[in-house]
């Protein structure tokens, strides 16, 4: 593996309170030093980032690989790909795969298939129920001996309160993160849209803001009687984050996320995009999209996670309401984030914080800072940088994204994992 | 220029003021034939229409039929058993072999919303709305204008009562949609349960009681009430429905001296209307029938000259 010295870039690291100019020496696979005018070693590659922003890399809690099961869609090799292109170092993969990972059988599959391909680090989330199916429990101690590092039955609530209880209590035994995907289901089944002006215009089904507030409200709650550690998944209506934001204050043990396209897209976007804006949640009112941001902002929410959701044509390019919900999301986090910075939301430190430290925090994985000592996963952005997406651009199998066709500005231009550049445009190195 | 803006009938939401006025004038040209002996013309003739019907609709079907068959297309009629809907693996593969064959036209009901948008997409044929899910049913919208245009003579200024059943009848959003396009007052009523969110985005206004609706209104339409369509019912009993939303005599007062009483049928009598109110003369149900075919002969015959005059790709 080839030495490494990054200089003069943009050196945001979040942790250790940096952001200013300066060089990182990346030695063996890890962070030698950071600061200014580091004289480059023998045999050193000398890069020089000036104008870019250097970061850790960043880290994606919540994506759908697609294997096993669903290869056609997306693979553990793909999908990592496609992380590294855009800046993710590490990403958990959710347990929603045919079988569905709900053995350590299963989780050790994935960690193997993931080492094999070499792009990103995969983290994998195992399923809270068997079978996802919401009545017994999956095997915790297990599954995180063998690699697992939270639990979740994304895509399939946990209808039953009282064994969402038990999950929390039992995840709370082991210091366990337990992630809510927050659907009430009698509300939301049959719907396809945000329920609202748009669903009447389209004659559609609509799912309630309802839906999520009341799933968001009763987790939250099940994490404060028992204590565990709740992470609350893509969060879309003001009201879950008004929620989340009272239970944080007072010290209830929750944390939560939501997705680019809910700070970028409202509900609208299904009259210009059809399928390809679907998603679950679904994108909501400006209001909401509001309220997201804000609770970026002040920090009820902590994370910008994708929840990358490859599909094919074949679940996509049907009649409305039999589409696939979900969109891919590892190659346009990044641009998308930045244009919060753009329209002056937030500052460049918070966005790296979002999308890199805090999720490593909750997830408890290494990663996250660049501190040295630190495995060096870095990212290299271009702020100023546009790309079209295009098929042709992404590294994902698919390409179900509403931001197809458009040009986004900031791209990752060079992605380290473990000292290795797994994704270079800068044209040198490699 | 006589053709539509459009090559496809998805929905009242796609169609200008002019292509409303266009179908009507040209149903109005096309009605006198349903009155002669021999009611058969030949703009049609060596076109062939398919009937795509992915729900069982008897009237909308055998209306769609007579209207191809007076313009002398030759018709050919599908219907596909709902379960294989279900699963969505049809409609796309039914349509692309069936437009393998080179039909001039295709009729689709479906019990899908905007199953006729998708379609459109990829075929080359035109398509026609014959009702799609919750969303649409764009002809039976037309006749009803029709039949209410021939009634008054005009449609603008004219105050429309829609009562029932709003959130999940297509008939209330296409009707909706064109009688506030074409400058009728549109209020609806009906249980809270049965009301769409936003329904002004749809040009109407919501009363609260249908008394409030039917005050001072030229026309009451009343919805039929879908006794299967949701999993869980929507209000707690018929008889219930029927004392609250129900159109009476004594109601039917309020309305202007002039009022015409419509509804798309099939008529739960007893429920929607009160027995003796369907056979009031005020009653133009069974006209909505007949301009139904006319209606649909306009449709039919300005698809095929807007399809044949087109130039290129489609819009
Ligand atoms: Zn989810």
Redesign the pocket.
Known sequence: MTDLLLRNGRIIDPANGLDGPGDILVRNGRIEAVGHGIPAPDACLLLDVTGKWVTPGLVDLHVHLREPGEEYKETIESGTRAAVAGGFTAVAAMPNTLPPNDSAAVTRFILERARDAGNARVHPVAAITRGRAGKELTEFDDLLRAGAVAFSD??SPVQDAGLMRIALEYAQGLDALIIS?AEEPALSEGGCVNEGRISTLLGLKGIPWAAEDIAVFRDVALAELTGARLHI??VSTRGAVEIIRRAKGRGVRVSAETAPHYFSLTEEAVLDFDTRAKM?PPLRTEEDRQAIIEGLADGTLDVIAT?HAPHSSLEKDVEFPLAASGIIGLETAFPLSLALVRAGRLDPAHIIRLLSTTPAQILRIPGGTLSPGDRADIAVFDPERSFEVTPENLCSKSHNTPFLGTTLTGRAVLTLVGGRIVHNLLGVGG | MNRLSSRHVLGIEHMTVRDVELVLDTADALKDILDRPIKKVPPLRGRSVVHLFFEPSTRTRLSFELAAKRLSADTISVSAASSSVVKGESLLDTALNIEAMRPDIIVLRHPLSRAPHFLARHVDTPVINAGDGTNEHPSQALLDLFTVRERFGRIAGLRIAIIGDIAHSRVAHSDIRAFSKMGAEVTVCGPGTMMPPYVEALGARSARCVEEALDGADVVMALRIQKERERRALVPSIREYAQLYGITRERLRLASPDVVLMHPGPVNQGVEIAPDVFEDPRSVILDQVTNGVAVRMALLSLLIISDTNREGGGT
Do not use: Q
Request: charged share 30%; aromatic share 0%; net charge negative.
């Open positions: 994304d895509g995907h998944a893509h679950n929840d």
